[in-house]
Structures are given as structure tokens and as C-alpha cells.
């Protein structure tokens, strides 16, 4: 096991982070922008280390600054959270050709599931079924040439990355060379790489996820899914598992193709594969290669830490439990908590209660500055019934007070009082895209 951390990130998923090393008895490295020198992580790390400037592309984009604080602080392993590096193949590279474990899955099992439209075409030959789509297109000619032979409306998606981002509804041939053009450039902005390729659109449909975990014995298994239609500008706002339209049968068949998915691609880690469902099928979209935001979902479902489940894998430890170990109980409820401007966190009261969490980098007067995404917390209930975690979550978020610093929880207790959600009827279509 490692003795010493680097935990390359920030805000809630670094002091997560910290928490699950201290419980293992692993000594923490936190790296901080200029703009982080007073924040949480920083405070509960073991050692800090100043990477750069306010702006990521100053620090904690900064992937040599991020191995050298690593170097010289003595970490044996470099975490990368969610965001910035963790889906760098060239930043795992760097880890490991300095002697530093990248807790993550391999460089090359990056790049093969960074190609979406790639990686679509080699699962679907293993039995997992895909959306009708294009290969890469180059040009707004070939886009639209994809496009009548899919038939509209179609998506237009980048090949490489995540995070809503490169994605763009087209609903017919007048829209495309402008959506085209708007895609490509923002994929390159985010990505470095503007190629897109054309799905046809589903709707209406579901966004459901499975969350995996693989170690290098060739063990696989499969947590579960999580309902993450609720979105805002392609953006999640509230995560929940079980899903609650998804029969058992068909949820346990895709659970099966998703193990079956991890062992051909000899995956090791944690990892997301990432689903429509128009309510009778399943069409397979991407693969996450690192821990989501939501991973806390997954957790109060199982009982098992995702976080210390990455740092054993990545040690060299094997999967303690089988498929048929894994028990689910009961319903939980996720809500994001973001900031809706920048400010300074006057008065905080987090809920409490049995089966209530709130994952955060918040305390009285913390400083939210305007330089990182918006993500204040995260706000986990679990209850029996998904009727009881309703009421659960709708107290939670009433009790919840972040003085100073506006958000956005009116808009979700919107969301748990709409009779959409109330009944789990919402698809993607619901909240805004």
C-alpha cells in the first residue's frame, strides 16, 4: 500500500479524497492555486504545495508542476479526482515515467475508450447495443451527408472528452453547418481535439450510467446504475439509483454486458459506462475512465468506498467480494449544490440525520471564487423507499444554509415537487438542455 498521496484536484473531491486516505493511514499532499491557499484540502492535507495561478491552466492543469510537487514531497502515487487531469493519457504517462502510480486506469486504456466513435464500434461487435451514428466527420459537408443517411434530427458529438461539452442538437439541415462549426470549436477548446461524429438523436430517453469497477487479476464487477436525466445545459443537477423506470430484468442484463465490456478491454479501475434508454432499450454512448461526481450515489447504495476501492486497485490489490456479493438497499437521492455567483460563505449548517451526507470544501468564510466550475457540494440521502428518500432529500435541502453565497436550491426543490419526478417519468427533455 502507499504511504504518501498527491491528490492533484481541488474543492469537494480533493477533501474526499483526503478523507478516504486518512482512514487508510496514508499520509496526503494537497496542490493549491493562489486562489486555493485558504481552502479546505489545504488545511487537511498532511503538506501543501503552491502549483501556479488562480487559473487552472496555471496549476492544477499544470501537469509538470503537479509531478514535481509529487517528487519532491515523496507521494508514491499521484490521485486525480474528477476533472482536469484525470482523463489526460500524457499526465498517467508522466506519473509513471517519473516512478509515480497514477491512480487511475493505463494511458492506453485512455486513449482506446477516448474515441467514443471507435470504442462504440468495438463493443457493439461484443453484444452491447449502440445508437445508429456516422464515423468521424471532417468537414460540415460530411456532417451532413451522415446526417440524412442517421436521419434527423441527429446529435452532433465530440469524439474525445466529456462533460456536456462538443455536443450539439441538430434538428435539420438548415441547423447543421452552424451547430457544426460551434461543436468542433469548442471540442477543440476543451479537448484539444474538434473531431465530432452524428448519433441519431433518442427521444425521449433516459441517461443512465453503470458504475464498474475492474482490478489487474481480471476481476469485473458492476455496482449498479444511476438516473442522470436531470440536466441543465447538458450539465447533471440530480443523480438517483435505482433508477426508477428501468425493470429488474433489463437492469441486470446491462449490468452483465457492462462486466462483459470491462474483461474485453482488460479495463482496470473505476470506470462509467454511460447509457441511453427510450424505456424498452439500452444504447451504449461513452465510457468514463475516472471517478464521477456522483460516485456518492453508488456509495450509500453499496457500502463500498469507491475512493479506497481506486487506491487498492491501483496497489496492486484484488476485488475482495464478487458480483453476487454486491447488495444494493434501499433508494438514494443525489442533488448538486452549485453556486450561483461568486461570493463569501457567510453562515453554513449542513443537515444532518441517519443516512444524510453532504460532501464539501465549504466553511464560514470560505472564499467561492469565479475561476472553477460551480460545484459547492453534494447533497446524499438514502431512505427505504424512493417516496421516504424524497422526503429526505426536500428536508435536507430545506435545513441546508449557505449564507452569503447564492444557489441553486430553490431550483432543486423545484425539481422533487414537480409530478415528473415524483413519478420518475422525466427524461432528458425535462429540466433544459
Excluded at 489545504?42 to 492544477?60: F, H, K, P, Q, T
Excluded at 461543436?183 to 477548446?189: I, L, T, V
Amino acid at each position: 500500500m502507499f504511504s504518501k498521496i498527491l491528490i492533484a484536484n481541488r474543492g469537494e473531491i480533493a477533501v474526499r479524497i483526503i478523507r478516504a486516505c486518512k482512514e487508510m493511514g496514508i499520509a496526503t499532499v494537497a496542490v493549491y492555486s493562489q486562489a486555493d491557499a485558504d481552502s479546505l484540502h489545504v488545511a487537511l492535507a498532511d503538506e501543501s504545495y503552491c502549483i501556479g495561478r488562480a487559473e487552472a491552466s496555471d496549476s492544477y492543469l499544470n501537469a509538470e508542476r503537479i509531478v514535481s510537487a509529487a517528487l519532491a514531497s515523496g507521494a508514491k502515487a499521484i490521485h486525480p479526482g474528477y476533472g482536469f487531469l484525470s482523463e489526460n493519457p500524457e499526465f498517467a504517462e508522466l506519473c509513471r515515467s517519473n516512478g509515480v502510480v497514477f491512480i487511475g486506469p493505463a494511458a492506453e486504456s485512455m486513449r482506446a475508450v477516448a474515441d467514443k466513435e471507435a470504442l462504440k464500434r468495438r463493443l457493439a461487435e461484443h453484444g452491447l447495443p449502440t445508437i445508429p451514428g456516422s464515423q468521424v466527420v471532417e468537414t460540415p459537408e460530411q456532417a451532413r451527408e451522415a446526417a440524412e443517411q442517421v436521419g434527423y434530427p441527429v446529435m452532433l458529438k465530440a469524439r474525445s472528452g466529456g462533460g456536456g461539452r462538443g455536443i450539439r442538437l441538430v434538428q435539420d439541415a438548415s441547423q447543421l453547418e452552424t451547430s457544426f462549426c460551434a461543436a468542433a470549436s469548442e471540442a477543440q477548446a476543451a479537448f484539444g481535439d474538434g473531431a465530432l461524429y452524428i448519433e441519431r438523436y433518442i427521444h425521449p430517453a433516459k441517461h443512465i450510467e453503470f458504475q464498474i469497477l475492474a482490478d489487474e487479476q481480471g476481476n469485473a464487477v458492476c455496482l449498479g446504475e444511476r438516473d442522470c436525466s436531470v440536466q441543465k445545459r447538458n450539465q447533471k443537477l440530480i443523480e438517483e439509483s435505482p433508477a426508477p423506470t428501468v425493470p429488474d430484468a433489463q437492469r441486470a442484463e446491462a449490468m452483465r454486458l457492462c462486466v462483459l465490456a470491462a474483461k474485453q478491454l482488460h479495463y482496470v479501475g473505476a470506470g462509467t459506462l454511460e447509457f441511453l434508454y427510450d424505456g424498452s432499450r439500452f444504447y451504449f454512448m461513452e465510457m468514463n475512465v475516472r471517478l464521477q461526481v456522483e460516485h456518492t450515489v453508488t456509495e450509500m447504495l453499496t457500502g463500498l468506498d469507491l475512493v479506497k476501492w481506486q487506491i487498492r486497485i491501483a496497489a496492486g490489490i484484488p476485488l475482495s467480494f464478487t458480483q453476487e456479493q454486491i447488495v444494493r438497499r434501499g433508494c438514494v437521492i443525489e442533488c448538486r449544490i452549485n453556486a450561483a455567483a461568486p461570493g463569501t460563505v457567510k453562515t453554513l449548517h449542513v443537515p444532518g440525520g441517519p443516512f444524510v451526507r453532504f460532501d464539501t470544501f465549504l466553511v464560514a468564510g470560505a472564499e467561492v471564487t469565479p475561476y472553477y466550475d460551480a460545484l459547492l457540494g453534494k447533497l446524499v440521502v438514502c431512505a427505504g423507499t424512493r417516496e421516504e428518500a424524497l422526503r429526505k432529500m426536500k428536508a435536507a435541502l430545506c435545513e441546508l444554509v449557505i449564507a452569503g453565497v447564492p444557489t441553486n436550491q430553490e431550483e432543486q426543490l423545484g425539481i422533487l415537487r414537480s409530478a415528473a419526478f415524483e413519478n420518475g417519468s422525466y427524461d432528458l427533455g425535462y429540466w433544459g438542455r
